[in-house]
């Protein structure tokens, strides 16, 4: 199975998110495979979405949720109120938070046994910035961010958890991004594998792991074809309609083991 994790950001409002959602659901109709679809739109939005999503394959996620369910934490969301929205799935660390919010290790850690906790899945987002890959320090960073923010997080739960390897110089808001190249990625994910099983054992061969960063239409069967990519965490791409039939289209091609479809 192939993942597609699509974070739209503020890139849509709650109409253009349902007219987005309608678009999807066209693509998927009438397959009888499809990847796992999994859309994050902003909150506001959740409830419409669920609507439109409804009875569909495609299920729902969120961008980020608070580590308290309730209690004195003005203008956050907990992950039990976005579960009841009908949310599944919940991205945590993003760097864009980590970034513009400064959102820190600790913190992601706490959200990723919240998330965890209140049976969703948790998606963490780790990656270093073009600054520490420039050092050469992509492994330790990553590791560095799977060992905090998974800190808290037990092999039992870890069955819930998807990893998305997002090089932060990678990611299409961030200014002249690229790609990261297959190789990059794949010795990234190795890496994570590794870092995955010392840290939960056995178990932690069957956690997803993702790729994400100026992901599009184009390039996204280079990645999906390489076994140790699980999935995509698509962000730019992923509200517009084109690009995400032809990365719907790529991940079965994969699925397929690469025949023609
Ligand atoms: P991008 O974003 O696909 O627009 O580079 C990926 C992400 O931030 O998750």
């Not at 796992?36 to 495609?58: G, N, T, Y």
């Not at 297959?182 to 870092?195: G, S, Y």
Request: charged share 25%; proline share 3%; net charge negative.
């Amino acid at each position: 199975m192939k993942h597609l994790i699509a974070n739209w950001k503020m890139y849509v409002d709650t109409r253009g998110g349902v007219a987005l959602a309608r678009e999807l659901l066209r693509i998927c109709r009438g397959r009888d495979v499809l990847p796992d679809i999994i859309v994050c739109p902003s909150f506001p939005a959740l409830s419409e979405m669920q609507k439109a999503l409804a009875r569909s394959r495609v299920r729902l996620g969120a961008q980020d949720a608070f580590w308290a369910n309730d209690g004195a934490h003005t203008g956050e969301v907990g992950p039990q109120v976005l579960k009841d929205l009908g949310v599944s799935a919940v991205i945590v660390g993003h760097s864009e938070r980590r970034r513009e919010l400064g959102e820190t290790d600790a913190m992601v850690a706490k959200k990723c046994e919240a998330v965890l906790g209140a049976g969703l899945t948790a998606i963490l987002c780790v990656g270093e910035d073009r600054a520490e890959r420039a050092a050469g320090q992509t492994r330790e960073v990553v590791e560095r961010q799977l060992h905090l923010g998974l800190a808290n997080v037990t092999a039992r739960d870890s069955i819930r958890l998807f990893i998305a390897y997002e090089p932060v110089w990678a990611i299409s808001g961030s200014g002249n991004a690229e790609p990261a190249s297959v190789e990059d990625v794949v010795m990234a994910l190795v890496h994570i594998r590794e870092t995955l099983a010392a840290m939960f054992g056995p178990s932690a061969a069957a956690i997803p792991l993702l790729y994400g960063g100026s992901v599009s239409g184009e390039n996204a069967y280079t990645y999906l074809r390489e076994d140790c990519v699980d999935g995509i965490l698509l962000g730019g791409a992923s509200v517009k309609v084109h690009q995400l039939s032809e990365i719907v289209e790529a991940a079965l091609r994969a699925m397929k083991g690469g025949t023609a479809l």
